[in-house]
């Protein structure tokens, strides 16, 4: 596992930017999963200026995003359909017929988490995966406890993450209690991944990352197991860490 420290967050999203454009000028036709949250926000800006101003062309490129709320239709603005317009696809010029998230509103949500993970097999599974980490360890939306063979499935959330995401909410009540998430297996399918965290209050959540042993009781653990892992994080997040850095 690669680990790459940086002075903040501005710095964490420039090089986290650095490396998707890399990979996309390469492989106009890759396949991304992408996170939401607040880490990769700032991503995804660097992501549009440069798309602005290089015209790093997306039109091939095929995205398939780590999870969603259920219950929540697609112009609801806490939606990750939303955020995903918000933040990024609407400023750059992905087709999109290219750009999947699940869709929380399925009729059959079991039939959804089938038809989801069929598609990203369809397109040869992802290239490049991005990630975020929750406090409690949770990687997309796959909370303690969750099977590290799981594949896209329907998740009750914990508490600790409705509290978390409240603050986009207008009251806790408004939280939904399930969302789509891609699974644990489906995740180290990806061929690459990057991880992202960032600021003083997940620097409990990486040391736990970084010291404890593959466990489904933190779920990010997992991706010691896998064998091409890059780890970009602040000087915050990594206080306690007290992990080996280099590029
Ligand atoms: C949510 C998302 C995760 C994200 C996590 C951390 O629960 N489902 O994909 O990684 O929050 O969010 P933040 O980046 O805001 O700390």
């Known amino acids: 596992m690669e680990i790459v420290e940086t002075k903040d967050y501005e710095e964490m999203s420039i090089l986290a930017a650095e490396k998707v454009i890399d990979r996309v000028l390469k492989q106009p036709q890759i396949t991304l999963a992408l996170p ?15 798309h602005r101003k290089n015209e790093t062309p997306y039109q091939d490129v095929i995205t398939f995003n780590l999870d969603e709320y259920t219950d929540l239709s697609p112009d609801h603005p806490n939606s990750y359909h939303y955020y995903m317009n918000h933040h990024f696809f609407q400023h750059i010029d992905i087709q999109e017929k290219h750009a999947h998230l699940p869709d929380g509103t399925a009729r059959n949500l079991d039939l959804e988490c089938e038809r989801y993970e069929e598609l990203i097999l369809k397109h040869g599974g ?26 896209t499935h329907v998740v009750k959330l914990s508490e600790s993450t409705r509290k978390a995401n409240s603050r986009y909410f207008h009251s806790l009540q408004d939280v939904p209690y399930h969302a789509i998430t891609m699974g644990l297996a489906t995740i180290m399918n990806s061929k690459k991944i990057l991880l992202l965290a960032s600021g003083a209050h997940k620097s409990a959540t990486m040391f736990r990352f970084f010291h404890e042993a593959v466990t489904p009781d933190f779920p990010a653990t997992i991706l010691k197991h896998h064998p091409n892992v890059t780890v970009i994080a602040d000087r915050p997040a990594l206080k306690e860490a007290n992990v080996t850095r280099g590029m």
């Not at 490049?128 to 063979?149: M, S």
Request: zero cysteines; a negative charge.
């Open 36 to 50: 939401t949250g607040h880490t990769p926000v700032g991503l995804y800006k660097r992501l549009v200026e440069d």
């Open 126 to 151: 992802v290239d490049l995966q991005i990630l975020g980490i929750g406090q409690n360890g949770h990687i997309g939306f796959n909370e303690p406890g969750t099977p590290l063979n799981s594949r």
